[in-house]
């Protein structure tokens, strides 16, 4: 087989002959993250799993976090099998101790953090009239200040590097609300309004700040919702069905990546047509 691949930065490749160590470079030379460093909250399971499995194939070191080390464990297993770059972190959102620590333990491994995505996330649902004080306390303290205790773990290295990627999960609940979500619409409101605000107050350091915010994807966050419901919903949705996670973490891979160099405080709907 023949690769001629001409690209200054990519050095010397054989056009013929021994082609060993070739295709690995070349397949470095397609990933859209290779040498870059992302740190993923709730990457356990879910849309960050998926998200966690997309940046390692597209080259990316990922540090896998979440408040259940096992699956944190599992995932960077799960990425190291296929041949990509992982390290596991017991990570609470809500524990900056547990943040600084992680954070610390990356620097010092890697050197930099070019990428963070705030994806830890929980739901406690109930109409408002029968919400408790704690529910509403526990889904603000993850969605809404888990997301400002990681960037502000990470928002001295990024400026100090002149560079760096905040992106955030938000949801369509963050657009238009949603029964029996009161506290789960406050946060994920709550999280594209500090996206915007980053987005102001660090783009001209380097730094980028997104939100994405995805319609219902098929996860374990939406098992409760009872069958009957998510039929309708799927009924609501232009394209006929939830997201899978997969399609999501495909939108924080795109606006990890340099090829999103101008898209910064952008709310990026990934519903499926859902609001329309
Ligand atoms: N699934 C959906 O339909 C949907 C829709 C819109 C937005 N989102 C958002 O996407 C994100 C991921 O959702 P998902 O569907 O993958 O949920 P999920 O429940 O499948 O996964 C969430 C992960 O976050 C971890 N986590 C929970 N609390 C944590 C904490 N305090 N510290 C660290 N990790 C913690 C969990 O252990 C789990 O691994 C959430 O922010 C969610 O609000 C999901």
């Not at 400002?148 to 963050?174: F, H, P, R, W």
Request: include cysteine; charge should be neutral; charged fraction near 20%.
């Amino acid at each position: 087989m023949l690769w001629v691949v001409h690209r200054k930065s990519f050095g010397y490749i054989p056009a013929s002959g021994d082609s060993a160590g070739l295709l690995p470079r070349i397949r470095e030379f397609v990933m859209r993250l290779a040498g870059k460093v992302a740190i993923i909250t709730g990457a356990g399971r879910g849309i960050g799993q998926a998200t966690a499995v997309k940046f390692a194939k597209e080259g990316a070191v990922v540090a896998v976090c979440d408040v259940d080390t096992k699956t944190a464990e599992d995932t960077a297993r799960m990425i190291e099998a296929m041949g990509g770059k992982a390290m596991a972190f017991a990570v609470n959102v809500t524990d900056t101790s547990s943040i600084k620590a992680m954070v610390s333990e990356v620097y010092e491994r890697c050197g930099k953090i070019d990428v963070l995505v705030n994806n830890a996330g929980i739901v406690a649902d109930a109409q408002l009239k029968n919400m408790t004080e704690d529910q509403f306390d526990r889904v603000i303290d993850i969605n809404l200040k888990g997301t400002y205790n990681c960037t502000k773990a990470v928002v001295d290295i990024m400026l100090e590097q002149q560079s760096g990627v905040i992106l955030n999960a938000s949801s369509i609940v963050g657009l238009s609300g949603n029964f029996g979500q009161t506290n789960y619409a406050a946060s994920k409101f709550g999280v594209i309004g500090m996206v915007k605000t980053w987005a102001r107050e660090l783009g001209k350091r380097g730094i980028r700040a997104n939100a994405v915010c995805p319609g219902f994807v098929a996860t374990t966050i939406i098992d409760n919702i009872p069958d009957k419901v998510i039929q309708s919903l799927e009924a609501k949705v232009p394209l006929g069905r939830l997201a899978q996670p997969e399609e999501i973490a495909n939108v924080y891979a795109f606006l990890a990546s340099d090829e999103a160099s101008y898209i910064n405080g952008a709310v990026i709907e990934v519903s499926g047509g859902l609001t329309l």
